[in-house]
């Protein structure tokens, strides 16, 4: 059950770690959710100015609706990209996590420091069927968090983290 | 003393001493009433308040209760809302003795437990008799260590053994003076003064005014060097069986003990102007929480200060003491990373042995961490936007404590790759060593 890969679209890819390390990446829907958070936002204020415009008559309103949809389509490619930025693998006492596209970070979290797992999903991510794991160590620094995980999937990662981590652990 | 043996109280002063400078300002309250021959219906509202407040810490000192139960320590607060709290021992990071002026005079002291983890608080025994304390301390510290072993026939013998405790520091007290008046809030402390003399020098009217408005800043800055020397004055490092004791302090004394492997990190700053004298001062962090509320800042911080000052030969030794197989060569940073971290450059290294990572950084200061890997809680390699343009990269090393980070901050972009695999590696093994 290996999910598509997209490591190789990757703009920015981490050298390969010692080991074979099999990336898995978030689900497609995170992709389309997120355009859509792109997308909604631009179309309804685009209408909301052509309305205004419309209505006064000001070429203003139209320009600035204009400049609305344009911003929506320029932002869109760098959600692509951010998507694809996203990826974890489960190595055999690690967890990586990888993600950001202009500060492109990679996290190593080994299970036995795990303290413990968050599985949340807002109303948008349940409506796409979609869950945000995230991980927390005794480390306040520590950033490892997965969103837009299907929702087995995390169940899946919650369940396989929690068994490893109990497994491994290790004292402060 | 068994443990389980029901409910013991705190010292009755124990309120009177927790007012602190409250309880000074009732006695001078108190004094004109007593001694002028005032007429006492005069007084009636001021005996009122002295006596509300008086009955309040009555009741307090009478519905607080605390017990050894097992591996706990179990304390009772509260006369409406009543509180349980239950302080597994084995979670104890470090006991402190603390003595504030008042309580010396009333021959009490506070004993505070600093507990583990994200959630844990501090559990205050305040106050409790003079010499009760220093027996209790022991006891919960054998206690902490065999809940933590498992080994009550270990913890006996440790327990017959006498303490032996062989002095690693002391610190100058001209030392400390000096390092004070050179520091960063001694500085300001000065500027404050000396502006105030000019000012008064030239027209003592605008001084009159100024000191009047500006009182807060000017009381504050003295307080805040004033603290700093009264804490830290001759103050001590021990070490004993149960781990590292610190003892200090001019009025308010206090006593802490480190329990050893609690350390996350070691860190020793060297200030700017310290570095022409070759001084520097030397903490640990250990492991922390998130702040808590209605926590002063002394609490809080869960970094403890060492060595406030000592020679760097010194600051040395200390390190060796704490993290044994500390690495002896960094490797600097590549001279393209001037161009992201023109001040602090110069600084950029770090190393590591199988068992420890030493990084040091600094603008103006020097910064240098130490963190045993068994410690690291996770590893973070991060690319920004202008490190990738110099093809660098910087690699974090996380730990549970809350102040010393250690970073591995702008290197070869593959040489941060490596270093993360390799520290991953190592950390490993370290964990599985511990």
Known sequence: MVPPSTLGQTPISFPAMSGQVEWRTPSPRLLRLRRLEVV???????????????LSGS????????????????????VGRRY???GYAERQDDLLVRRGVLFARLSVVPYGRMQFIDVTAGPLERSFRLAT????????????RIPGLDRDEAARLRDRLAELGEAQAAGL | MTPGDGWQRLHPLSPVVRGGRFTIGIAILLVPI?????????????LVVVAVLVAGGFVSWLVTRWRIEGDDLHLETGLLRRQSVRFPLSQVQAIDVVRPGLARMFRVAELRLRMAGASGATARLAYLPEREVEP?????????RGARADEP?????DEQAPAEEKLLAQVDTRQLVVSILISDAGVFAELVFLTLVIIAVVSPHAAAGIVTGGFVWIIGAFTVVWRRFNQLYRQQVLEG?????LRGGLIALTAETIRPGRVQAVRMVEPFLWQIAGWCRVEVDLAGRQRGKGEGASERGQMRTLLPVGSRALGFELVDRLVPDRPRELSHAPRRALWKSPLRYRKLAWGHTDTCVATTSGRLRRISCWVPLEKAQSLRRVEGPIQRRLNLASVHVDTAGRAVHATLRDRDAGEATRALDELAELARAARRAA
């Open chain 1, 40 to 54: 909604v936002p631009a179309l309804v204020v685009a209408v909301f100015l052509v309305v205004i415009g419309a």
């Open chain 1, 59 to 78: 070429a203003w309103a139209y320009g600035l609706a204009a400049a609305a949809v344009a911003a929506g389509l320029l932002l869109l490619p760098t």
């Open chain 1, 84 to 86: 694809r930025s996203w």
């Open chain 1, 133 to 144: 794991v995230r991980l927390h160590t005794a480390a306040a620094a520590t950033d490892a």
């Open chain 2, 34 to 46: 007593l001694f002028r021959g005032d007429k006492f219906s005069n007084a009636v509202p001021q």
């Open chain 2, 136 to 144: 209790l301390r022991d006891r919960l510290l054998t206690l902490a």
């Open chain 2, 153 to 157: 026939a270990a913890t006996a013998e």
């Open chain 2, 241 to 245: 069986p149960d781990g590292l004791h």
